[in-house]
């Protein structure tokens, strides 16, 4: 049998060229000698929640049953702590999992999703693997959403505008003021997601609080528990959004996606008991921010305010070169070409190999 060129057999989607595979952040590069750590991917240094460990123990003896996939344990919790219905609930294996659940339920195959750029690298590579279109609209200054622009953007196509406050890979929030004279000018057949997914870190008091906007019917929010809840490999988070929206969204989710594991996890999580664990946590990311911040500041950097769980370093063409000084001193960053480095806040000693190299960096 002759075996079939490769120009013969099963064939992707045109539409799918235009779009690179999402990039992860690299590990840290091991060296004899040497600790090296790893601020390329939005985690946390300081694994679950110190409450959480005992449930994830026990939850270990039953991974050869399938999970509850209807969720109800983790949806009366979020309703619960949140104060939303949970018919308003839609999870799935982590915030990314319901951005593309989104987008499949509500766009046939031209329909356009708006969203700034630079912002979350998954955006057009959901918006492409429905076959929509990715109509990105360019930061404005301080490397935050222009949401004039994007308002501007809007065309009887758009079905979907993202909003991610804060920003990432950028750092800046949204504030309150501004996202409400944007809500208003949004046509309410239009679905405004904010990606709220390091809201925990939000310090700056004019920013605006996404769980406060759910009132509008046009408003969805996505929330997750990779960030400060320490459960980024555990993969689940949910929306809050419009009943008729939550419905489509759990319809085409993955049956079984989100694990007993991670719904357990999740669900002690958002118990009282944990809650001033995951304040102590976040205040501790908050004030070692706030520290590498001002180290760059003082050595002449122009950092964008920050308001999640890393940094953002506008260094253009340099950003490779930075990145690779970075890992030969032993930590590894998010290098985005051409555009600048996300540095993830983590451990002290790792901050100070980023402001080591930062400090001595040609300007």
């Known amino acids: 049998m002759t075996a079939s060129r490769p120009s013969e057999g099963p064939r992707p989607r045109a539409s799918l060229d235009a779009i690179a595979a999402y990039t992860p952040g690299r590990p840290a590069v091991a060296r004899t000698g ?202 689940v988070g949910f929306a809050v959004a419009p009943e008729e929206v939550a419905t489509a969204v759990r319809k085409v989710a993955l049956p079984f996606g989100v694990s007993g594991v991670a719904q357990a996890a999740a669900v002690a999580s958002l118990q009282p008991a944990a809650e001033a664990e995951l304040m102590a946590r976040v205040t501790q990311v908050v004030a070692e921010r706030e520290r590498v911040v001002a180290g760059l500041r003082a050595a002449g950097w122009d950092v964008p305010d920050p308001q999640g769980n890393f940094v953002w370093l506008p260094l253009g063409d340099e950003a490779v070169p930075f990145a690779e000084a970075c890992e030969r001193a032993g930590v590894s960053v998010r290098a985005f070409a051409g555009d600048g480095v996300r540095v993830t806040v983590a451990e002290p000693v790792a901050g100070d190999l980023v402001l080591g190299v930062a400090r001595t960096w040609g300007r």
């Open 34 to 235: 040497q600790t090296t750590y790893k601020l390329s991917s939005n985690e946390t240094p300081l694994g679950p929640l110190p409450s959480v460990r005992a449930v994830l123990a026990a939850e270990a003896d039953v991974v050869n049953r399938y999970p509850d996939m209807s969720c109800s344990a983790l949806y009366d919790a979020i309703a619960t702590r949140f104060g939303v219905p949970v018919s308003r609930l839609a999870a799935a294996t982590g915030s990314v999992a319901v951005l593309y659940h989104l987008v499949q339920a509500l766009c046939d195959a031209g329909d356009e999703v708006v969203h700034a750029w630079r912002s979350f690298e998954a955006y057009p590579i959901a918006v492409a693997a429905s076959d929509a279109r990715s109509v990105g609209v360019p930061l404005g200054p301080g490397a935050r959403h222009d949401l004039e622009a994007m308002a501007a953007a809007i065309t009887d196509r758009t079905r979907i505008v993202l909003v991610c406050t804060p920003n990432n890979p950028t750092g800046p929030a949204v504030t309150a003021d501004e996202l409400d004279a944007f809500l208003d000018r949004v046509p309410q057949r239009v679905l405004v997601v904010v990606d709220a997914a390091y809201q925990e870190f939000v310090t700056d008091p004019a920013a605006a609080d996404a769980m406060a906007i759910l009132g509008r019917p046009n408003v969805a929010v996505l929330r997750t528990f990779s960030k400060a809840y320490g459960l980024a490999g555990l993969r």
